[in-house]
Nanobody, 124 residues
Framework: QVQLVESGGGLVQAGDSLRLSCAASGLPFSAFAMGWFRQAPGKQREFGAAISVSGGSTYYADSVKGRFTISRDNAKNTVYLQMNSLKPEDTAVYYC?????????????????WSQGTQVTVSS
């Protein structure tokens, strides 16, 4: 079965950095675009970043643009989210997700597979 397993979440202070990893198995990873979403307490899940199957195109929400970087290693079936200059408002559960190539990557409903989520907490 398909599994997306995250690692790298935790508690950090404002201004710190974290790198999330998401290892995929059970699917042809290089045929899927990948995305990162997040959900803060009491809020809806929101788009964070996405990357095309080749890694040649990346997409970011305005709230993270310039601070977060998404990348992928198709040889390792892994997608990453490098988060710099973290702010308290970045506190959320972060999810990685896989969408078929060609999907509109800003919409969560276009993603077929989801990870369990990892908590990121940024203290002020």
């Amino acid at each position: 079965q398909v599994q997306l397993v995250e690692s790298g979440g935790g508690l950090v202070q404002a201004g710190d950095s974290l790198r999330l990893s998401c290892a995929a198995s059970g699917l042809p990873f290089s045929a899927f675009a990948m995305g990162w979403f997040r959900q803060a307490p009491g809020k809806q899940r929101e788009f964070g970043a996405a990357i095309s199957v080749s890694g040649g195109s990346t997409y970011y929400a305005d709230s993270v643009k310039g601070r977060f970087t998404i990348s992928r290693d198709n040889a390792k079936n892994t997608v990453y989210l490098q988060m710099n200059s973290l702010k308290p408002e970045d506190t959320a559960v972060y999810y990685c997700a896989a969408a078929p190539s060609g999907s509109y990557l800003y919409y969560s409903q276009n993603y077929n597979y989801w990870s369990q989520g990892t908590q990121v907490t940024v203290s002020s």
